[in-house]
Nanobody, 133 residues
Framework: QVQLVESGGGSVQAGGSLRLSCAASGYSFARRFTGWFRQAPGKEREAVALIDSYGSTTVSDSVKGRFTISQDNAKDNLFLQMNSLKPEDTATYYC???????????????????????????WGQGTQVTVSS
């Protein structure tokens, strides 16, 4: 049974940092496409950062220069380093994975065509990040 479990969320003041982790069981991140997404109350889920099995990454414009995605395929862990946090970063953060998309561009096209929830098969339960001003 595939399970993705996020951790590392919490409450922090603006300007602070958090490091989110996503651990996979029953599933290997190797040769898979993974990403971090977030959803704030009353808003749609949005892509924050994506990474393919070759290590190519992309991040949304709203977090560019502040957030970094990385993964450890050997241990099936995915990470999101979040620096210079802002109140608008407050949301529930989810990790997700899928085997269909080999590259960042393919995954982004899939998201635009099919939507986020359809483009990624496996999801974690989410971890809350709250940034106070």
């Amino acid at each position: 049974q595939v399970q993705l479990v996020e951790s590392g969320g919490g409450s922090v003041q603006a300007g602070g940092s958090l490091r989110l982790s996503c651990a996979a069981s029953g599933y290997s991140f190797a040769r898979r496409f993974t990403g971090w997404f977030r959803q704030a109350p009353g808003k749609e889920r949005e892509a924050v950062a994506l990474i393919d099995s070759y290590g190519s990454t992309t991040v949304s414009d709203s977090v560019k220069g502040r957030f970094t995605i990385s993964q450890d395929n050997a241990k099936d862990n995915l990470f999101l380093q979040m620096n210079s946090l802002k109140p608008e970063d407050t949301a529930t953060y989810y990790c997700a994975a899928d085997k269909r998309w080999g590259t960042v561009s393919a995954a982004m096209e899939a998201i635009q065509t099919y939507g986020i929830l359809t483009s990624f098969t496996f999801w974690g339960q989410g971890t809350q990040v709250t940034v106070s001003s």
